[in-house]
Protein backbone atom coordinates (compact mmCIF):
# COMPACT_ATOMS: atom_id res chain seq x y z
CA UNK A 1 0.00 0.00 0.00
CA UNK A 2 3.17 1.99 1.44
CA UNK A 3 4.51 1.80 -2.63
CA UNK A 4 1.25 2.51 -4.06
CA UNK A 5 1.21 5.68 -2.34
CA UNK A 6 4.55 6.57 -3.34
CA UNK A 7 4.48 5.91 -6.89
CA UNK A 8 1.41 7.72 -7.00
CA UNK A 9 3.15 10.62 -5.19
CA UNK A 10 5.84 10.53 -7.65
CA UNK A 11 3.66 10.05 -10.55
CA UNK A 12 1.75 13.61 -9.67
CA UNK A 13 4.83 15.08 -8.71
CA UNK A 14 6.00 14.67 -12.40
CA UNK A 15 3.22 15.66 -13.66
CA UNK A 16 3.02 18.87 -11.69
CA UNK A 17 6.86 19.58 -13.46
CA UNK A 18 5.76 18.27 -16.86
CA UNK A 19 3.09 21.39 -16.23
CA UNK A 20 5.26 24.02 -14.88
CA UNK A 21 7.43 23.35 -17.65
CA UNK A 22 4.95 23.21 -20.34
CA UNK A 23 3.88 26.64 -18.78
CA UNK A 24 7.39 28.01 -19.06
CA UNK A 25 7.38 26.98 -22.97
CA UNK A 26 4.16 28.70 -23.35
CA UNK A 27 5.63 32.20 -22.24
CA UNK A 28 8.89 31.56 -24.14
CA UNK A 29 7.69 30.08 -27.58
CA UNK A 30 4.03 31.02 -27.07
CA UNK A 31 2.64 27.71 -28.35
CA UNK A 32 -1.10 27.85 -28.59
CA UNK A 33 -3.78 26.83 -25.89
CA UNK A 34 -5.24 23.71 -27.66
CA UNK A 35 -1.54 22.29 -27.74
CA UNK A 36 -1.01 22.44 -23.55
CA UNK A 37 -4.87 21.35 -23.23
CA UNK A 38 -4.07 18.21 -25.47
CA UNK A 39 -1.20 17.29 -23.52
CA UNK A 40 -2.46 17.70 -19.99
CA UNK A 41 -5.52 15.55 -21.09
CA UNK A 42 -3.03 13.29 -22.41
CA UNK A 43 -1.42 12.53 -19.10
CA UNK A 44 -4.70 12.44 -16.89
CA UNK A 45 -5.89 9.80 -19.57
CA UNK A 46 -2.29 7.43 -18.61
CA UNK A 47 -3.24 8.47 -15.13
CA UNK A 48 -6.60 7.25 -14.93
CA UNK A 49 -6.14 4.78 -16.93
CA UNK A 50 -3.18 3.38 -14.50
CA UNK A 51 -5.35 4.02 -11.66
CA UNK A 52 -8.00 2.39 -12.97
CA UNK A 53 -6.03 -0.87 -13.74
CA UNK A 54 -4.43 -0.80 -10.29
CA UNK A 55 -7.22 -0.46 -8.38
CA UNK A 56 -9.35 -3.16 -10.65
CA UNK A 57 -6.63 -6.44 -10.66
CA UNK A 58 -8.08 -8.95 -8.96
CA UNK A 59 -5.74 -10.77 -6.23
CA UNK A 60 -4.64 -13.95 -6.95
CA UNK A 61 -4.96 -16.22 -3.79
CA UNK A 62 -3.74 -19.44 -3.21
CA UNK A 63 -4.65 -22.09 -1.50
CA UNK A 64 -2.46 -24.53 0.06
CA UNK A 65 -4.27 -28.58 -0.16
CA UNK A 66 -3.64 -30.79 2.85
CA UNK A 67 -2.98 -33.98 1.85
CA UNK A 68 -5.72 -35.67 -0.09
CA UNK A 69 -8.61 -37.76 1.69
CA UNK A 70 -8.24 -40.89 2.33
CA UNK A 71 -11.48 -42.82 3.20
CA UNK A 72 -11.46 -45.33 6.76
CA UNK A 73 -13.03 -48.25 5.78
CA UNK A 74 -12.20 -49.90 8.89
CA UNK A 75 -14.67 -47.47 11.03
CA UNK A 76 -17.50 -47.14 8.42
CA UNK A 77 -17.16 -51.81 8.81
CA UNK A 78 -16.94 -50.71 12.46
CA UNK A 79 -20.09 -48.97 13.25
CA UNK A 80 -21.83 -50.74 10.75
CA UNK A 81 -22.93 -47.60 8.01
CA UNK A 82 -24.09 -48.60 4.88
CA UNK A 83 -23.22 -47.09 1.56
CA UNK A 84 -26.45 -45.30 1.27
CA UNK A 85 -25.57 -43.97 4.82
CA UNK A 86 -22.26 -42.87 3.90
CA UNK A 87 -24.46 -41.33 0.95
CA UNK A 88 -26.58 -39.16 3.09
CA UNK A 89 -23.77 -38.16 5.56
CA UNK A 90 -21.93 -36.57 2.47
CA UNK A 91 -24.56 -34.73 1.68
CA UNK A 92 -25.46 -33.38 4.86
CA UNK A 93 -21.81 -32.32 5.02
CA UNK A 94 -22.46 -30.50 2.26
CA UNK A 95 -25.31 -28.40 4.24
CA UNK A 96 -28.16 -30.04 2.43
CA UNK A 97 -31.95 -30.73 4.28
CA UNK A 98 -32.88 -33.85 4.21
CA UNK A 99 -35.73 -33.17 1.52
CA UNK A 100 -32.78 -31.72 -0.30
CA UNK A 101 -30.87 -35.08 -0.04
CA UNK A 102 -34.26 -36.87 -0.95
CA UNK A 103 -34.02 -35.24 -4.17
CA UNK A 104 -30.89 -36.03 -5.08
CA UNK A 105 -31.11 -39.22 -4.16
CA UNK A 106 -34.32 -40.13 -5.72
CA UNK A 107 -35.99 -41.56 -2.40
CA UNK A 108 -38.52 -40.25 -0.06
CA UNK A 109 -37.86 -37.88 2.43
CA UNK A 110 -39.13 -40.49 5.28
CA UNK A 111 -36.42 -42.91 4.15
CA UNK A 112 -33.81 -40.28 4.25
CA UNK A 113 -35.19 -39.26 7.94
CA UNK A 114 -34.67 -43.26 9.21
CA UNK A 115 -30.97 -43.51 7.66
CA UNK A 116 -30.54 -39.49 9.43
CA UNK A 117 -31.84 -41.41 12.79
CA UNK A 118 -29.51 -44.83 12.14
CA UNK A 119 -26.46 -42.64 11.79
CA UNK A 120 -27.22 -40.97 15.04
CA UNK A 121 -27.03 -44.12 16.49
CA UNK A 122 -23.64 -45.54 14.96
CA UNK A 123 -22.18 -42.46 15.28
CA UNK A 124 -23.80 -41.78 19.30
CA UNK A 125 -24.53 -38.17 18.28
CA UNK A 126 -28.00 -36.29 18.50
CA UNK A 127 -27.45 -33.72 16.19
CA UNK A 128 -26.48 -33.44 12.56
CA UNK A 129 -23.46 -31.21 13.39
CA UNK A 130 -22.32 -33.67 15.92
CA UNK A 131 -23.09 -36.44 13.48
CA UNK A 132 -20.89 -34.41 10.50
CA UNK A 133 -17.85 -33.38 12.94
CA UNK A 134 -17.49 -36.94 14.51
CA UNK A 135 -17.86 -38.60 11.09
CA UNK A 136 -14.42 -36.07 10.19
CA UNK A 137 -13.25 -37.15 13.58
CA UNK A 138 -13.27 -40.76 11.91
CA UNK A 139 -12.37 -39.59 8.73
CA UNK A 140 -15.67 -41.05 6.99
CA UNK A 141 -15.81 -37.70 4.95
CA UNK A 142 -13.27 -35.09 3.82
Same mark, same amino acid.
Given at each position: MIRT? @?? /??? #?? #??? %? !?? *? $? /? *? &? /? =???? +?? *?? @?? !? /???? %? #? *? %? !??ALGIWAGLKLTRKKVITVTVGPAFVLNQAALDRLGIS $? +? &?? &? %?? &??? #? =?????????? $?? !???LNTIKTHTSNLFLKLEVSRRTQAIQKAKELRLIP
Open positions: V @II /YGL #AL #AGI %V !FL *L $K /Y *L &E /Y =RMVV +RD *LS @IE !F /YVGI %V #A *L %V !FT $K +R &EH &E %VL &EWM #A =RGLSNQEIAD $KL !FVS
